[in-house]
C-alpha cells in the first residue's frame, strides 16, 4: 500500500491515506493489549487492504466501560435536544466534505460498485440528517386520567447499546445504527464486521470531530465470537443492535437473555418478488433485474425469489435474461460497473455451492452459475449473476438464503396461489408486487408476510421508511422514527393534583 500514498497524504481514486486503522475508546486511538492485529482486504483484487487493531475481552470492557460512564456521568443525554440534533447534522456536514474519500475506502474494503456505494455513502449522511429532526419533534404523551390525576409519558435513552454491523453495507448499517441512538442520548460500543471495519472507525473519528463527547462513541473491530460475544452478555450493556444472519440472530437473543436486554434484530430473508401479468414491463423488468444484482445480491431484502405470470412468463424473461447479460462487472471504481465482486472467497463458495445444488436437484441454469475472471481483477471475488428456472418449493436453494447474485424463478396463475407461495418461507423482510392494478396492489401488500412491500419500486427504503422483519427476519423496525422508541423507555409519570390527601386504607 505504500506505494499508494502520496507525500501529501491525499487521496487518489483507489488509494488510501492510512494503512493501520486503530480502534477507538472513550475518543482516543488504542491498539490491542495483546498486540494483535489483523488484515483486512479489498475483495475486488483479493490484495490486503490495511491492518487493524484486533479488540480483545479487555478492550471490549474498557469500551463498555467508556459508555457505561459517558451514560451514567457524561453530558451528552443532558444536552439540550436542539444541541444534540446540530452535533449529527455537523456529522452529516462532515461525512459530505469527506464524501469521496467516504464513497473510495468503501469500495476498497467491499469490492462494491462505486454508484452502490455513493447511494450507500449518501443515504449514511442523510440519516444523520434525518434524526437530527426527528428527535426535536420526539415526544412522550399527555394521557386521560381521572379527575385529580395527571400522567405523562417522559422518554428516556436506553443506556449503553451494543451495535453489531455486517458487511454488505458497511457504514450504511453503522449509520442506521449510531444515528438514532446517539439521536436519544444513548452511549454505543460497535463492533463492524470482521470483513469491512474501516469506515466504521472512520465515522467514530468524525463523531468525535463533530463534537460527539468521548465515550459516547465506541468501536472495536474484532472477532464477532469473542468480542461481540462478550457485548452481547455484558451486565452493563443495556441494548443490542444486530445485522446479520439469522443463525447468529438467533444465539445472539438467546445469551441477550440472560440479562433481560432490549433487542433489535435484523437478520436474513428470502424476498419476493411477484410480476403480475398486468405489470408495466418497463419498470417490472429493470426494478426486479436491479431487486436482485444490487450490491450483488449480498443484501437482506434481495429479491432473490421471483414469481412470474405464466401468462407473460415468456415475454418477462426473454427481456429479463438479455437484460442480466448486460450487466457489466469489473473495477467498481468505473463508472459503469453494475456489479461489484463478492466480499469473501468463502461466501462465494457459499453462493457457488447453492447453485450446486439447484442443478444437482434439477433445476435449469438460463445464465450465470460459475465464478468469474476479470482482467486486473483475477485474484478478486466475483460471481455471474445467475437466473435458476425449474426449481420446486423444497430445494435449498429456492428456501434459504445464498447471499449472492442469485435468483430462482418460479410460474404462477393465479393471484391466491402466489401470495400463499410467496409467504411459504421462514423469512418475512421484504417483497416486491409489480401490478397496474391499484386494488391489487392493495390487496397483495396486505396478505404478504414481510416487513416491506415495494409497490413498482425497485427501492426498499429511504430515511424515514420503517425497515425491518416479520417472522425469523427479525423485529424491530431501524431507518424511521419508530426507532428512537427503540433506544429509548417511556416511563410513566404519574401524579395526584387534588387538594384533598388520599388515604386509600383509611387507617
Ligand atoms: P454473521 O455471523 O451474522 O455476522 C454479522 C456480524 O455479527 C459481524 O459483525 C460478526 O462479526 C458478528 N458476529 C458473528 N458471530 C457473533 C456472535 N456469536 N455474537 C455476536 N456477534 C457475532 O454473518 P456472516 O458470518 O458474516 O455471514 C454469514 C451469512 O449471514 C451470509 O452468507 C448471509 O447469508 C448472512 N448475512 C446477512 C446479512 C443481513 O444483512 N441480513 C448481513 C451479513 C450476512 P465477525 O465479522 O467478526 O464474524
Ligand atoms: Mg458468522
Redesign the pocket.
Known amino acids: 500500500m505504500a506505494e499508494a500514498v502520496t507525500q501529501e497524504g491525499i487521496t487518489e481514486v483507489g488509494t488510501m491515506k492510512r494503512q493501520h486503522y486503530s480502534m477507538i475508546i472513550n475518543g482516543e486511538r488504542v491498539e490491542s493489549s495483546t498486540g494483535e492485529v489483523f488484515e483486512t482486504y479489498n475483495p475486488a483484487k483479493g490484495e490486503v487492504l490495511a491492518t487493524v487493531a484486533k479488540a480483545s475481552k479487555e478492550e471490549a470492557e474498557k469500551a463498555v466501560q467508556a459508555a457505561r460512564n459517558a451514560f451514567d456521568h457524561g453530558k451528552w443525554r443532558k444536552y439540550p435536544i436542539g444541541k444534540r440534533a446540530r452535533v449529527l447534522n455537523k456529522i452529516a456536514a462532515i461525512m459530505r466534505e469527506r464524501f469521496k474519500e467516504l464513497v473510495e475506502i468503501e469500495v476498497l474494503n467491499s469490492g462494491k460498485s462505486v454508484g452502490a456505494a455513493q447511494v450507500q455513502i449518501n443515504q449514511s449522511i442523510e440519516d444523520f440528517e434525518f434524526y437530527a429532526g426527528a428527535i426535536v419533534g420526539h415526544r412522550g404523551e399527555v394521557n386521560n386520567m381521572p379527575y385529580g390525576f395527571f400522567n405523562y409519558t417522559h422518554k428516556e435513552p436506553v443506556g449503553v447499546c451494543a451495535q453489531?454491523?455486517?458487511?454488505?453495507?458497511p457504514m450504511m448499517?453503522a449509520a442506521w445504527k449510531i444515528a438514532p441512538a446517539i439521536a436519544a442520548g444513548c452511549s454505543v460500543v460497535v463492533?463492524?464486521?470482521?470483513?469491512t471495519p474501516i469506515t466504521a472507525i472512520i465515522l467514530n473519528e468524525i463523531c468525535h470531530e463533530a463534537g460527539v463527547p468521548e465515550g459516547v462513541v465506541n468501536t472495536i473491530p474484532?472477532?464477532?465470537?469473542v468480542v461481540?460475544?462478550y457485548?452481547?452478555q455484558h451486565k452493563d450493556v443495556n441494548k443490542v443492535a444486530?445485522?446479520?444472519?439469522?443463525?447468529?440472530?438467533r444465539?445472539?437473543m438467546e445469551?441477550a437473555s440472560g440479562t433481560l436486554k432490549r433487542l433489535t434484530l435484523?437478520?436474513?430473508?428470502k424476498s419476493p418478488n411477484i410480476v403480475f401479468e398486468d405489470a408495466d414491463l418497463e419498470a417490472a423488468v429493470p426494478g426486479s433485474l436491479f431487486g436482485i444484482f444490487f450490491n450483488t445480491g449480498?443484501?437482506?431484502e434481495a429479491r432473490s425469489r421471483m414469481f412470474v405470470h405464466e401468462s407473460i412468463y415468456d415475454e418477462f424473461m426473454e427481456q429479463f435474461v438479455a437484460k442480466t447479460k448486460k450487466l457489466k462487472l469489473g473495477d467498481p471504481f468505473d463508472k459503469g460497473t453494475h456489479v461489484g465482486s463478492i466480499i469473501s472467497r468463502s461466501?462465494l463458495e457459499?453462493i457457488d455451492a447453492y447453485v450446486q445444488s439447484a442443478v444437482e436437484d434439477g433445476a435449469t441454469i438460463l445464465t450465470g452459475g460459475k465464478e468469474m475472471q476479470i482482467e486486473g481483477f483475477e485474484n478478486g471475488y466475483w460471481y455471474e449473476p445467475t437466473i435458476i428456472v425449474d426449481v420446486t418449493p423444497d430445494m435449498k436453494a429456492v428456501r434459504e438464503?445464498?447471499?449472492g447474485p442469485v435468483v430462482v424463478v418460479e410460474k404462477f396463475s393465479d393471484e391466491k396461489d402466489v401470495i400463499k407461495r410467496a409467504n411459504d418461507t421462514e423469512y418475512g423482510?421484504g417483497s416486491a408486487v409489480w401490478t397496474t392494478n391499484q386494488a391489487r396492489a392493495t390487496r397483495v401488500a396486505h396478505q404478504i408476510e414481510a416487513g416491506i412491500v415495494m409497490v413498482n419500486s425497485p427501492f426498499s427504503a429511504f430515511p424515514g421508511t420503517p425497515f425491518g422483519g416479520y417472522k425469523q427476519s427479525g423485529f424491530g423496525r431501524e431507518l424511521s422514527v419508530e426507532t428512537l422508541d427503540l433506544y429509548m423507555e417511556d416511563k410513566s409519570v404519574l401524579a395526584y393534583y387534588g387538594s384533598k390527601p388520599l388515604n386509600p386504607f383509611g387507617v
Not at 164 to 169: D, K, R, V
Not at 243 to 249: E, I, K, L, R, V
Request: glycine share 16%; proline share 7%; hydrophobic share 30%.
Open positions: 453489531i454491523i455486517p458487511w454488505n453495507y448499517m463492533k463492524p464486521a470482521s470483513l474484532g472477532s464477532g465470537e461481540g460475544d457485548l452481547v444486530f445485522t446479520g444472519s439469522t443463525p447468529t440472530g444465539d445472539i445469551k435484523e437478520l436474513g430473508g449480498q443484501s437482506c461466501q457459499k438464503e445464498i447471499f423482510l
